[in-house]
């Protein structure tokens, strides 16, 4: 990679597979849900880690509001713009354009009017290339989801625990510890398959929420912390990769990828300061002399 250069998406190192032919689409992950088949997603934020994840398998990438946190340092979920979210969503589509791509509808950009919800959820689908909008739903959304599933947005509802919400409650909230807390998430699930959402994403809830919630709808259900029942699964890409100071109990990583990269920085910090670095094998030379008069 040159910074300011052209070949960001060089084929030259041969260790990464291409992309599947055919594209992940709804209909792809409807069949994997009827036929028990888990998929995976993670949360994606640019082309060049779009492009290797797809290269692993994974089938679906999740653009998430989670970007305030782990690309622009800010402390709560609500502090990201839409207009960021629409760009990291582009971008990630040029790096996977066969994966399914979930966009994910920021604060105040679908909470204080319908008309507007609906603009901002067609423009994941225009300007980000999204295949579905997430929204965080709770019972006084089922108007909203049906005006925006009538406009021909695929939706996906996510219930149970809700980042937007944290500053309102102060804390997260682990959802269905009740009887009567999993039977209200299991109306809900209902209610917002009968408006049409294509999806129901579940966060941070007790294992009995994803089971009921399962066993009730026909249509695919992805978890985040919510008990393996689910169909598919997403967590945090940099919660998986050991990149974040603190990870869920739920997202524990697979690697220790901060200390191996605090690890390689501090190899080229060295390498820099020997005054070894392109010391004799500097790539650019000068034009042999013209012997022409």
């Known amino acids: 990679m040159i910074l300011g250069g052209i070949h960001c998406f060089s084929t030259k190192n041969t260790s990464m597979k291409q992309s599947p032919a055919e594209r992940t689409t709804l209909a792809t992950l409807r069949r994997m849900a009827r036929q028990g088949d888990k998929f995976a997603m993670l ?100 108007d909203l989801i049906r005006k925006l599933v009538r406009a021909d947005v695929p939706i996906v509802a996510h219930i149970g625990g809700r980042p937007q919400r944290f500053q309102q409650v102060g804390m997260p909230i682990v959802a269905g510890r009740t009887e009567t807390q999993v039977s209200d998430l299991v109306d809900l699930a209902l209610k917002m398959q009968d408006q049409g959402v294509s999806m129901i994403l579940i966060e941070q809830s007790t294992a009995e929420v994803s089971d009921q919630i399962v066993q009730s709808v026909s249509i695919p259900v992805i978890g985040c912390g919510a008990g393996p029942a689910c169909h598919g699964h997403v967590i945090v890409l940099h919660d998986l990769l050991g990149l974040t100071q603190w990870q869920p109990s739920f997202a524990q990583p697979i690697t220790e990828g901060g200390t191996w990269l605090a690890d390689k920085a501090a190899q080229w910090v060295k390498l820099v300061g020997s005054g070894d670095y392109l010391h004799e094998d500097h790539p650019y030379k000068m034009n042999a002399p013209s012997n022409k008069i």
């Not at 946190?69 to 207009?83: A, C, F, K, P, R």
């Not at 980000?128 to 929204?135: E, F, L, S, W, Y």
Request: aromatic share 8%; glycine share 10%.
């Open 43 to 142: 949360t994606c934020y640019d082309a060049t880690t779009a492009k290797w994840l797809v290269s692993g398998g994974v089938q679906c990438l999740l653009v998430g509001d989670t970007a305030a946190q782990m690309i622009l340092g800010y402390e709560h979920t609500n502090q990201v713009s839409i207009d960021f979210m629409l760009t990291i969503t582009a971008a990630v589509r040029r790096g996977a354009p066969n994966c399914f791509i979930m966009g994910d509808m920021p604060f105040m950009s679908y909470q204080a009017d319908d008309a507007e919800a609906i603009r901002n959820a067609g423009r994941f689908m225009t300007q980000g290339g999204a295949d579905a909008v997430k929204i965080e739903v709770g019972p006084d959304y089922v």
